[in-house]
């Protein structure tokens, strides 16, 4: 089933220092499409940081990310189309706080995709049902709650067409309540065969969605494997006694 | 009389606030440049704006450029120079705090979308710098349309420059700076009734 045909992410290498704290020491990993992956790991471990390389918000001190073959690379001509086929949910939302929902969703395809504004609406109307949020296109993102700014956030992702989503810990700044109706929606892509790569602390989601599940502790992937490997069949420590950790609060 | 002067005051302060906005964001621009000479500029205008008086350069411009150069402007001119450069100079700092003020998720969100870096700066962070801005350039605004007075020592028959011309012929000190002081004070409110406005019309806040 996996070739490397179908490889949407090559990370070779890689490795990124914050002045002389190195947070990731070298990590080696193949995204295909169509796979969810969910980042698991403690505080700290590097797993934002990882998923920052893979579209280049964080520039690798050392080592290659490729997606689709082309290399990611901040000086790079291209980095910006490139960058316009992955999108990425940040924690805090993110949301361009000076325009409508609307405008939010439909700034990127008509600056980027020379969209005409009729069909960026059209689009951007289409997503905004998708994620239940419709009757807000006119409304300004500080009238929205949490939940609902982060599912206007992933319309907005979407809204470029990515083939890779990136999602940043896209529930931990959310009040309990609120938490299901993003992960639903995040579900609800998955199914849909969109590639994606979450950085999550939600054990939950990460058992039921994931292809497979990265373990990042110290800078490395100190584990990985489907989620029934992980989960029930941890074989190196850190990794049990991180589950261990989380499952039992 | 006085109108004479409050119209010359007005002209001076609209004029010189014009350029000094123009000044202020190619200076903060420069400040904020990955080109350390740019940088370099922009610090040491910003410091010899702050650590030199206004007065000062005022004659500087106007006596010293002028004579060393063997040129002449007028005073009206010299006075607009100092004034822009000087208010330009505070604005820059105001400008690049605003936009340095603007949460660094912005940035990331805008460049993660696909938008270049020139987009995101055009679209996303000034808007929202603009925003952060609005009280402390009112500020600087306020604070130059009363530097004219200053300004007036150069020969310029401004505002305050006429309250003494007419002190000086009619003696009548009390009311004449009562006035004037009056004039300056309500040209400044209504800046400030008005700029309140915009900047709930624009407020970003809940």
Known sequence: MINNENVKVEIRGLRKSFGKHEVLKGIDCDIHTGEVVCVIGPSGSGKSTFLRCINCLEEPTAGTVKVDGNLMDENAKNIDELREDVGMVFQHFNLFPHLTVLRNLTIAPTLRKKMGEEEANKVAMELLARVGLADKATAMPRSLSGGQKQRVAIARALAMRPGLMLFDEPTSALDPEMVGEVLDVMRQLAGEGMTMVVVTHEMGFARQVSDRVLFIDQGVIAEEGTPADVFDRPQNERTKSFLNKVLEA | ?206
Not at chain 2, 2 to 21: D, I, K, N, R, Y
């Open chain 2, 1 to 206: 009389m006085l109108t004479q002067g409050l119209s010359l005051t007005l002209e001076l302060a609209g004029v010189s606030l014009v350029f000094a906005m123009v000044i202020g964001i190619f200076a903060s621009l420069m400040g904020m440049s990955k080109n350390p000479i740019l940088r370099g500029i922009n610090k040491a205008f910003v410091a010899i704006i702050r650590g030199t008086p206004l007065l000062v350069q005022g004659f500087f411009i106007y006596f010293g450029i002028t004579g060393l150069l063997g040129i002449r402007i007028t005073a009206f001119m010299a006075g607009t120079i100092a004034l822009s450069l000087n208010a330009g100079g505070y604005l820059s700092e105001i400008f690049r705090g605003g936009i340095q003020a603007v949460d660094p998720g912005q940035r990331e969100a805008a460049r993660s979308l696909g938008l270049s870096a020139s987009q995101t700066t055009w679209r996303i962070i000034i808007p929202q710098a603009i925003r952060i801005c609005i009280p402390s350039v009112v500020n600087q605004w306020c604070i130059t349309i009363k530097d004219t007075s200053i300004i007036s020592v150069i020969g310029l028959a401004e505002l305050t420059k006429m309250g003494q011309n007419i002190i000086a012929r009619t003696y009548r000190s009390f009311e004449v700076w009562i006035i004037v002081g009056a004039m300056y004070f309500i040209v400044i409110w209504l800046l400030t009734v008005l700029a309140r406005v915009v900047e709930k019309k624009v407020s970003l806040d809940d």
